[in-house]
């Protein structure tokens, strides 16, 4: 027995199997008639299921913006750049650390 006869094939996969020996059993100018008109019924099928099924209609209604309360003043300046990195602000810090441990020194 081959490795295929051994495993548990499925029912499906019987049957598939089976219309497959028959479909290769064709005379091969019937064979390619049938898929023919298989495809072309598939086709048709799929153009038809745009009419049968519209897309959706997308409705959109204006959005009203909440009422803009009492403006606040923007905060105070802290002297660092609002596009600083944190990686950039460690560096700085020490950087000034150095710079004040080596002005210690002297």
């Known amino acids: 027995m081959t490795a295929n006869k051994l495993k548990d094939v499925s029912r499906f996969t019987r049957w598939v199997n089976e219309l497959d020996d028959k479909d290769k059993t064709l005379d091969p100018l019937k064979r390619k008639s049938k898929w023919i008109l298989i495809t072309a019924f598939l086709f048709a099928l799929f153009a038809i299921s745009f009419i049968w099924i519209p897309s959706g209609k997308i409705k959109s209604k204006k959005v009203e913006a909440p009422l803009a ?3 606040t003043s923007a905060p105070a300046n ?4 609002a596009f600083e990195l944190p990686v950039d602000s460690f560096k700085n810090q020490l950087k000034t650390y150095i710079n004040e441990g080596t002005s210690d020194k002297k």
């Open 69 to 71: 309360g009492p403006l």
């Open 78 to 81: 802290t002297g660092r750049s």
